[in-house]
Every structure is written in structure tokens, then in C-alpha cells.
């Protein structure tokens, strides 16, 4: 498996503001991926974050308000934009290491927005 | 169009005693398919994943029953105890040549009484 860590784990944010998420994983991974769960609700895909390419958005997700950045093999950043009360969710990144099939998530970041 | 459907919403079930959980899928695509164990507060964990080439897989308590023809796969938990309260996902992706991104089912909470 992984180690995976992410920052902040929880935030209080005002609306119109931005956030920035980052994760952190202990090993050189191909694919991360960054989900949202809503409270009590299961785990939808925002998008596919790959190393050297730009990251691939699902349907209901835009690259304006959720910027995200790959720079290297370890690391990824998901950047809630222009936040509302309606973003308030739990932001959660995986990994899949190279050659498997296994996602592996991170802690996850439990954002309130006011 | 929720492609993976999970079943029941929720469990309870008393110490001892067998945890079922079904799941359905629509897309033939999907080749994999793996659960997850969550807590409050913690990003999902990998418990236990199947290929359609097996029709069941044990690991320790946890049983993973597939059945290709009709698209379903159940978890069950045996002698359940009281740790194993969580919320379970099932989840599906297709073959890597997709993009290996998981759909996950709507998730039971699961009580196990002691």
C-alpha cells in the first residue's frame, strides 16, 4: 500500500474564498485521482491527476473551480475556488501505484465553508 | 445514471452474526471491483477487491461472492464484531486502458451490536 497525507485535514472557510488541498504520497505513483464526499454521502470523482499532463475532469467539474496541479511523481494540490456553503464536503485523494490496479486513499480534508 | 447500486442503506446486525451487503453494476466495462472499510473521520480503506475471473474470494472474515451473468457482488462479514462498525463501499472500475476510475455504490452503514 501507500502512506498518503494530506493538508489541511480540516478548514473553516469564508465564501468567495480559495483553498488549497495538498497530498502528499510516500512513494512515486503514476495516477492520483481527487474525489469529493458530501456529508453522509458516498464518494463522487473530480478528477484524474497524471504527471506531465493536465488533469482530466468528470462530468460536473470544471477546471475554474477546482485547479489542480501535478508537479511531480509524490505530490498533487486541489484548489477549491471561489468557494460557497455548497462546496462544504470532504476532499480526499488516492493513489494508485504503478503496475496495480489497488486505490489507496488519503485521510481526507473536511471543509466547511460560512 | 448511478451505475453501481448498493444495497441495504444500512445494517444492524449483533456480534456474531453475518453482515450482507449487495451490490448490482450496469457497465459490462467494469472489470474490477473492490470495497471499502470507512470510519468517521478517515478516508476510505481497501478491504478486499475481486476480478470476474473468480467467483469468490475470502480474506480472513471478509467474502467477496461475484456473479458475472447477473452483474452483482455481495460483501459478507463474518462473525461480525463490534470494530467492524463502519460505513462499506463497493466500488467498480474498468480495465486500465479506461482510466482504472473507480464508480462507487451509495455505501451501508453497518452497526454491529454487542
Known amino acids: 500500500s501507500a502512506v498518503i497525507s494530506q493538508k489541511p485535514s480540516r478548514d473553516i472557510c469564508q465564501r468567495g474564498t480559495s483553498l488549497t488541498i495538498q497530498c502528499q504520497v510516500d512513494?512515486?505513483?503514476?495516477?492520483m485521482f481527487w474525489y469529493r464526499q458530501q456529508p453522509g454521502q458516498s464518494l463522487t470523482l473530480i478528477a484524474t491527476a497524471n504527471q506531465g499532463s493536465e488533469a482530466t475532469y468528470e462530468s460536473g467539474f470544471v477546471i475554474d473551480k477546482f485547479p489542480i496541479s501535478r508537479p511531480n511523481l509524490t505530490f498533487s494540490t486541489l484548489t477549491v475556488s471561489n468557494m460557497s456553503p455548497e462546496d462544504s464536503s470532504i476532499y480526499l485523494c488516492?493513489?494508485?501505484?504503478?503496475?496495480?490496479?489497488?486505490?489507496?486513499f488519503g485521510p481526507g480534508t473536511r471543509l466547511t465553508v460560512t | 445514471q448511478q451505475q453501481v447500486k448498493q444495497s441495504p442503506q444500512s445494517l444492524i446486525v449483533q456480534k456474531g452474526g453475518i453482515s450482507i451487503i449487495n451490490c448490482a453494476y450496469e457497465?459490462?466495462?467494469?472489470?474490477?471491483f473492490p470495497w471499502y472499510q470507512q470510519f468517521p473521520g478517515k478516508g476510505p480503506a481497501l478491504l478486499i477487491a475481486?476480478?470476474?475471473?473468480?467467483s469468490e474470494k475470502k480474506e480472513g472474515r471478509f467474502t467477496i461472492s461475484f456473479n458475472k451473468s447477473a452483474k452483482q457482488f455481495s460483501l459478507h462479514i463474518m462473525d461480525s464484531q463490534p470494530g467492524d462498525s463502519a460505513t462499506y463501499f463497493c466500488a467498480a472500475s474498468p480495465h486500465k486502458a479506461a482510466g482504472n476510475k473507480l464508480t462507487f455504490g451509495g455505501g451501508t452503514r453497518v452497526l454491529v451490536k454487542p
Open positions: 457497465n459490462t466495462a467494469f472489470d474490477y
Open positions: 488516492s493513489v494508485m501505484p504503478s503496475g496495480r490496479n489497488e486505490q489507496y
Open positions: 475481486i476480478r470476474p475471473d473468480v
Open positions: 512513494s512515486q505513483v503514476t495516477m
